[in-house]
């Protein structure tokens, strides 16, 4: 096997395989140990939430609060509904907001996944409007975030594959059709 056939079979394996989800930057509790298990899984063995679970806890805290529930009513009710990663982190903050904490420092508290809401309460709180609109507003812009993530992944995957298949095929078409033409050029040219 040609070292661009490998190459080719392992970019062939990287697009095929789906990629784990993605996890928000600045996980709540960095890197970690080895030994301990990875950066994303908490000290109860649970995960950090992905972009998409916070932009669905989003939307049911914009629909809960729509409903007239107040702001730390609406996180209290979307935790009990939603993924134990999610809900763990809704709480938290819930619990920082009854101890008064602003929204800034509240929202500190959990990981990067939570920047829109966090981004979301601040400008509530600021403005004196309710937070329903701009919180659904910061779980579609993660939601297009997010998209645009993977649509940039799916075409860098597809020119990395281009690139060994290329290299595959190249060979076989100088052998086959350049090398011939060439030598026919040249009996011909030679008159031989």
Wanted: charged letters at 15%; proline letters at 7%; a negative charge.
């Amino acid at each position: 096997m040609t070292f661009a056939a490998v190459v080719g079979l392992l970019v062939l394996a990287f697009v095929v395989w789906p990629p784990q989800p993605q996890r928000a930057p600045g996980s709540r509790h960095g890197q970690g140990d080895p030994a301990e298990g990875t950066p994303e899984q908490e000290a109860g063995g649970q995960e950090a939430p992905t972009i998409d679970e916070a932009a669905d806890a989003l939307v049911l805290c914009s629909l809960a609060m729509r409903s007239g529930l107040g702001p730390v009513e609406a996180l209290e009710a979307v935790a009990r509904r939603v993924p134990p990663s999610v809900a763990h982190d809704l709480r938290v903050v819930a619990s920082a907001h009854r101890w008064g904490q602003d929204s800034r420092t509240a929202w500190s508290h959990v990981g990067g996944a939570w920047e829109g809401a966090s981004f979301a309460w601040q400008v509530a709180d600021r403005s004196g409007a309710a937070p329903a609109g701009v919180v659904l507003a910061a779980a579609e812009r993660l939601r297009r975030q997010e998209t645009s993530r993977v649509e940039a992944a799916v075409h860098r995957a597809g020119v990395l594959l281009v690139l060994p298949l290329g290299a595959c095929f190249l060979p076989g078409f100088v052998g086959t059709t350049v090398v011939p033409v060439v030598l026919h050029l040249a009996r011909s040219s030679l008159g031989t």
